[in-house]
């Protein structure tokens, strides 16, 4: 399809020079954002409220309006879903992704806008296109399709007109018509509910055909390939499909599955390109193939606000604009959006590795982490501290959860780690001892409270067998989707769910 990769070619210079403006003037960009923001929902019942029309500068807007949780917004978020129009922003929404950042039982439902659908989740896709063609500009992506492993959606309970679901759902439901021609499988096939009868439609329909990209969350996807392998008999992906060359990939780190992909696709050519692309907006990508490192996207329609995550928990935190942040620090982030979220909380927090172009990584969630002891590890320590281990022990680690042991009369406290090995370590001692080597060295707080077995002891890792997290996925009727069981949690709610469910964990 010669005509594809032309007009991408043709569309990405354009579009790089508008990303190169924005690296060069990241405040005045964001500026920019946000009056546009607050003119267009000048006139809904939250522009009203707080007389957006008069706001003139950023600081006005962080002192007029307060800083919410998805706990304080959901009063505004039920109208929305039975039907209410022009609240926080112009229109009706039709469209809710439903989030589950986590396992929890509870689910947040999102609003999507049109705009925030056009303007941030498609842009963001296409801005990936443009930057992976400017970086291999041999690409043959467009010589075969894209394998999307997309959730679900169906119409909730409260509007026949509101409809929700996962947000790969979303994006699948409402592409724009030449993605039909790229992707693989169709629509119909992907936006099943049923994860396993999915991944056998998926497995039928993609077999016979020339896949040259994968996308998704690495979790689900990996599930997918494996199934795919199993029923196809091959050793490799690569078998199956030699012009496989690029996955992009996003929703959960990719560092712990790294090793597992690149036993199933055994090339040396092979690429993975990851994007922050969260149920509230797409907010970042990664354009550099030697650094994991993203590049904050800032002209998508989405204003950003960071805390300093050691004042996340105040009554009343700071929030810096982009142009006050700093490199190193951990930040919890903030942000209003062309789907109507006004300075929204949304629990996800980064660090900045760089200014001018402000490139990130993601550390973790305002409330994954463990601090039991006060020893404030947080998602980043413990993924290089596993892969510390596995590269001393040659272990390969596919899914983790840990918590606290907490201190009793007689026992001091520790961390406990569940562990699912794709490849178990010869001794289980030698990798426990490298990870809390590896966790003293990055943090310091938790190498003062393991000094001397002061406040915590070595951590306890008990191996469960291959599979166990997908037990517990289906169990919980929580399989496929954008679904994921927190990697830390500061209770021991998972570890004792772990214990609950029989057979798992003996």
Same mark, same amino acid.
């Given at each position: 399809?010669?005509?594809?990769?032309?007009?991408?070619?043709?569309?990405?210079?354009?579009?790089?020079?508008?990303?190169?403006?924005?690296?060069?003037?990241?405040?005045?960009?964001?500026?920019?954002?946000?009056?546009?923001?607050?003119?267009?929902?000048?006139?809904?019942?939250?522009?009203?409220?707080?007389?957006?029309?008069?706001?003139?500068?950023?600081?006005?807007?962080?002192?007029?309006?307060?800083?919410?949780?998805?706990?304080?917004?959901?009063?505004?978020?039920?109208?929305?879903?039975?039907?209410?129009?022009?609240?926080?922003?112009?229109?009706?929404? &039709?469209?809710?992704?439903?989030?589950?950042?986590?396992?929890?039982?509870?689910?947040?439902?999102?609003?999507?806008?049109?705009?925030?659908?056009?303007?941030?989740?498609?842009?963001?896709?296409?801005?990936?296109?443009?930057?992976?063609?400017?970086?291999?500009?041999?690409?043959?992506?467009?010589?075969?399709?894209?394998?999307?492993?997309?959730?679900?959606?169906?119409?909730?309970?409260?509007?026949?007109?509101?409809?929700?679901?996962?947000?790969?759902?979303?994006?699948?439901?409402?592409?724009?018509?030449?993605?039909?021609?790229?992707?693989?499988?169709?629509?119909?096939?992907?936006?099943?509910?049923?994860?396993?009868?999915?991944?056998?439609?998926?497995?039928?329909?993609?077999?016979?055909?020339?896949?040259?990209?994968?996308?998704?969350?690495?979790?689900?996807?990996?599930?997918?390939? &494996?199934?795919?392998?199993?029923?196809?008999?091959?050793?490799?992906?690569?078998?199956?499909?030699?012009?496989?060359?690029?996955?992009?990939?996003?929703?959960?780190?990719?560092?712990?599955? &790294?090793?597992?992909?690149?036993?199933?696709?055994?090339?040396?050519?092979?690429?993975?390109?990851?994007?922050?692309?969260?149920?509230?907006?797409?907010?970042?990508?990664?354009?550099?193939?030697?650094?994991?490192?993203?590049?904050?996207?800032?002209?998508?329609?989405?204003?950003?606000?960071?805390?300093?995550?050691?004042?996340?928990?105040?009554?009343?935190?700071?929030?810096?604009?982009?142009?006050?942040?700093?490199?190193?620090?951990?930040?919890?982030?903030?942000?209003?959006?062309?789907?109507?979220?006004?300075?929204?909380?949304?629990?996800?927090?980064?660090?900045?590795?760089?200014?001018?172009?402000?490139?990130?990584?993601?550390?973790?969630?305002?409330?994954?982490?463990?601090?039991?002891?006060?020893?404030?590890?947080?998602?980043?320590?413990?993924?290089?501290?596993?892969?510390?281990?596995?590269?001393?022990?040659?272990?390969?680690?596919?899914?983790?959860?840990?918590?606290?042991?907490?201190?009793?009369?007689?026992?001091?406290?520790?961390?406990?780690?569940?562990?699912?090995?794709?490849?178990?370590?010869?001794?289980?001692?030698?990798?426990?001892?490298?990870?809390?080597?590896?966790?003293?060295?990055?943090?310091?707080?938790?190498?003062?409270?393991?000094?001397?077995?002061?406040?915590?002891?070595?951590?306890?890792?008990?191996?469960?067998?291959?599979?166990?997290?997908?037990?517990?996925?289906?169990?919980?009727?929580?399989?496929?989707?954008?679904?994921?069981?927190? &990697?830390?949690?500061?209770?021991?709610?998972?570890?004792?769910?772990?214990?609950?469910?029989?057979?798992?964990?003996?």
């Amino acid at each position: 399809m010669p005509i594809i990769p032309s007009i991408v070619n043709w569309l990405y210079t354009k579009r790089l020079n508008q990303i190169d403006l924005f690296r060069k003037y990241p405040f005045e960009t964001q500026e920019e954002v946000l009056f546009k923001l607050l003119a267009k929902a000048s006139q809904t019942e939250a522009g009203r409220r707080f007389d957006f029309n008069s706001v003139e500068t950023v600081e006005t807007f962080r002192k007029r309006v307060p800083l919410q949780t998805y706990e304080q917004f959901a009063p505004t978020l039920q109208r929305m879903r039975n039907g209410e129009s022009n609240l926080t922003w112009p229109g009706d929404i &039709r469209w809710f992704a439903k989030s589950s950042g986590t396992t929890d039982s509870k689910s947040k439902f999102i609003p999507v806008s049109r705009e925030a659908l056009e303007e941030c989740h498609f842009r963001g896709g296409k801005d990936m296109l443009a930057i992976y063609f400017s970086l291999y500009p041999d690409t043959g992506i467009f010589s075969g399709k894209g394998l999307t492993l997309g959730g679900s959606h169906r119409v909730n309970n409260f509007s026949n007109d509101s409809l929700y679901g996962d947000l790969s759902a979303i994006l699948i439901q409402n592409a724009p018509f030449w993605v039909d021609i790229i992707r693989t499988p169709k629509a119909e096939i992907a936006l099943i509910e049923d994860f396993e009868l999915k991944m056998e439609m998926i497995t039928g329909a993609t077999i016979n055909e020339n896949v040259t990209s994968i996308s998704g969350v690495p979790s689900w996807n990996l599930v997918l390939l &494996r199934h795919i392998l199993n029923h196809t008999g091959r050793s490799n992906i690569l078998e199956l499909w030699p012009d496989l060359e690029v996955f992009f990939h996003g929703g959960i780190s990719f560092e712990p599955y &790294r090793a597992v992909y690149r036993e199933l696709i055994p090339s040396g050519n092979m690429r993975y390109m990851e994007s922050y692309n969260a149920s509230e907006g797409f907010f970042g990508l990664q354009d550099d193939p030697g650094s994991s490192d993203m590049l904050l996207m800032l002209d998508y329609g989405v204003f950003f606000e960071f805390i300093p995550a050691d004042m996340a928990g105040d009554e009343n935190p700071v929030a810096l604009h982009i142009g006050e942040v700093k490199t190193g620090d951990n930040y919890a982030i903030v942000i209003s959006t062309n789907g109507g979220l006004w300075r929204y909380i949304i629990g996800d927090t980064i660090t900045f590795t760089s200014l001018y172009p402000h490139k990130f990584r993601i550390t973790g969630r305002t409330k994954h982490f463990i601090n039991a002891f006060g020893e404030e590890v947080i998602i980043d320590n413990a993924e290089k501290a596993l892969m510390s281990a596995c590269r001393a022990t040659g272990s390969v680690v596919a899914e983790y959860t840990a918590g606290p042991v907490y201190m009793d009369s007689s026992a001091k406290g520790s961390h406990e780690w569940i562990i699912e090995f794709e490849k178990a370590p010869a001794n289980l001692e030698e990798f426990r001892d490298a990870l809390d080597r590896e966790l003293q060295k990055i943090n310091s707080d938790y190498e003062a409270k393991r000094s001397d077995n002061i406040t915590l002891v070595s951590p306890v890792i008990r191996a469960v067998p291959k599979g166990s997290f997908m037990q517990w996925f289906r169990l919980k009727n929580k399989m496929g989707g954008q679904n994921k069981i927190p &990697r830390l949690s500061n209770s021991r709610e998972y570890i004792e769910d772990f214990y609950r469910i029989a057979g798992i964990i003996t």
